[in-house]
């Protein structure tokens, strides 16, 4: 299994609709959760952290079930902008007291259309 | 947010020299830089973790020996892929925090690496 899973895609999607990602982890240790967007042949750039209680930043919505080790993102009224691979990543607990590491899932490709 | 340089952006080489990338923090002290390869439609894939005056620690299928990690400062790592071949050929990128725990992890632009 691997330790981060997302939906590849791709989300097409209309101007105006929302849409939601998922992405679940398998290290029940895991510590801290983000959203990164990268766009074609650049480089991530973080979206939001997300936190226990949820978390808003505008049009974006996080939110974490670490029962379920569960993360998922929800944007609304999608912009044509928003169109980029959104990538869910778990900060994960490294046995043996070395630096805890960053783990990427797949990526998810949105496609927002006029 | 923080700045992360890393260099060159893209690089050509022939098949069986060594290639040496450059990530910098410019204006913060990476105690851990992260090492990344990512290939076409696909996700990134850490390689190897950095830490200043440590040894590096690779993830599990990556061979310390053909990809050599320095990180003798708080602002510079340098990936080493020696003895290129062109199954290596791929996107590099590197990712700096500042400290430790679990604080945003800032990119570096990439590089593009071509083995002919």
């Known amino acids: 299994r691997k330790e981060v899973e997302q939906d590849p895609g791709p989300f097409n999607v209309p101007e105006g609709a929302t849409v939601a990602f998922n992405c679940t982890y398998s290290n029940s240790a895991s510590q801290s959760f983000f959203w990164y967007r990268q766009d074609c042949r650049k480089e991530p750039k973080l979206l939001m952290s997300v936190y226990s209680s949820g978390n808003e930043d505008g049009r974006f919505t996080a939110q974490l079930n670490r029962a379920s080790q569960y993360i998922s993102l929800l944007i609304r009224d999608s912009k044509l902008s928003d169109s980029a691979t959104y990538l869910c990543v778990v900060n994960m607990r490294r046995y043996g007291g070395a630096t805890n590491k960053l783990i990427f899932g797949t990526g998810t490709l949105l496609a927002v259309q006029p | 947010g923080a700045v992360v340089s890393q260099h060159p952006s893209r690089v050509i080489c022939k098949s069986g020299t060594s290639v040496k990338i450059e990530c910098r923090s410019l204006?913060?002290?990476?105690?851990?830089m992260f090492w990344y390869r990512q290939f076409p439609k696909q996700s990134l894939m850490l390689m190897a973790t950095?830490?200043?005056?440590?040894?590096?620690?690779?993830e599990q299928g990556v061979e310390k020996d053909k990809f050599l990690i320095n990180h003798a400062s708080l602002t510079l790592s340098t990936l080493t892929v020696t003895s290129a071949h062109p199954e290596d050929s791929s996107f590099y990128i590197c990712s700096a925090r500042e400290a430790y725990g679990n604080t945003e992890a800032f990119f570096g632009q990439g590089t593009r690496l071509t083995v002919v």
């Open positions: 950095s830490n200043e005056g440590s040894k590096a620690t690779y």
């Open positions: 204006d913060f002290q990476a105690t851990t």
